[in-house]
């Protein structure tokens, strides 16, 4: 929530964001209280992972791109898949290890 508050201004969207998490699942007809996160498949799940990938991926990556990279280096991310490509393997090793620290840092 805290990516959205950046971003969103009005209180009433975020409130309106917050039930939409809390307001569980229907399966085969069996509702279910939502634990954590949102349902796989929810209509909001994407939207929510582009704003957290925004801040937690994209920024953080062309920043390392600009301050590491000596070779070329291509990003393409659609969702939450995305695909790295770099002139140098040491580079893409450097930016592996580097992701997966930040990954780790949030929980991904």
Partial sequence: MRFLEHRIADRRVLALIRKWLKA???EGGVWAASEEGTPQGSSISPLLANVYLHYVF????????????????IIVR????????????NEAERFTEALRERFQRFSL
């Fill in 78 to 89: 659609w969702a939450d898949d995305f695909v790295v490509g770099f002139q140098h393997a």
């Fill in 58 to 73: 994209d920024l953080w990556a062309q920043n390392w791109r600009r301050h590491h990279a000596k070779g070329d280096v």
């Fill in 24 to 26: 569980g699942v229907l």
